[in-house]
């Protein structure tokens, strides 16, 4: 069991937008910042948003992050079938003294 | 630009030991975390814990504490993950990654390519 929970699944169709989930507690999304990871299928996790909302270069402006409170949401927009992947959300949790991530959820392209 | 390149993949018995490594570029090797983050088929994302290549310091995840251990030689800018008494459950792609400090915690921003470890008897 995760200590950050996501939807396991999400699907949308090409072009439109979809938004991701990570729910958590005051232990950690709720103080601390929370970074989002794409995982394309049978390669390495990649870094997709960074401290809530800013995104690293490179990385297309259809992604966007938000957060409020002990919740963080990963936003897609004009999705395309490139974009089907799994995605995790990550942060600190200051009670564990670890990291902790969502269980992931996997988007696909209708 | 930043790459850690990592150790091919491996098949150890069960009761083996087995050691992982992690070699860093483009980057000051001694001025970022290394993290170790594991995933088992078809699962989610397990952070093992990180270590501080410049002091050697460490800090594990309690069920890891005991059996997993995260070693660097700054010579060579590598980290090393080395697991004993590997079990089957211990298959999996274990990935080292870098940690950069931002606003308190070592968030992780870049990723080895993932090493294989196979259990099997």
């Known amino acids: 069991q995760s200590v950050l929970t996501q939807p396991p699944s999400v699907s949308a169709a090409p072009g439109q937008k979809v938004t991701i989930s990570c729910s958590g507690s005051?232990?950690?999304?709720?103080?601390?910042?929370v970074s989002w990871y794409q995982q394309l299928p049978g390669t390495a996790p990649q870094l997709l948003i960074y401290d809530n909302d800013n995104r690293p270069s490179g990385i297309p402006d259809r992604f966007s992050g938000s957060k409020s409170g002990t919740s963080a949401t990963l936003g897609i927009t004009g999705l395309q079938t490139g974009d089907e992947a799994d995605y995790y959300c990550g942060t600190w949790d200051s009670s564990l003294s670890a990291v902790v991530f969502g269980g992931g959820t996997k988007l696909t392209v209708l | 630009q930043v790459q850690l390149v990592q150790s091919g993949a491996e098949v150890k018995k069960p009761g083996a030991s087995v050691k992982v490594s992690c070699k860093a570029s483009g980057y000051t090797f001694t001025g970022y975390f290394m993290h170790w983050v594991r995933q088992a088929p078809g699962q989610g994302l397990e952070w093992m814990g990180w270590i501080n290549p410049n002091t050697g310091a460490t800090n594990y995840v309690q069920k890891f504490q005991g059996w997993v251990t995260m070693t660097r030689d700054t010579s060579f800018r590598t980290g090393y993950l080395e697991l004993s008494r590997l079990t089957s459950d211990d298959t999996a792609v274990y990935y080292c990654?870098?940690?950069?400090?931002?606003?308190?915690?070592?968030?992780?921003?870049?990723w080895g390519q993932g090493t294989l470890v196979t259990v099997s008897s």
């Open positions: 990654a870098r940690g950069v400090y931002s606003y308190g915690w070592y968030r992780i921003d870049y």
């Open positions: 005051s232990s950690n999304i709720g103080s601390n910042y």
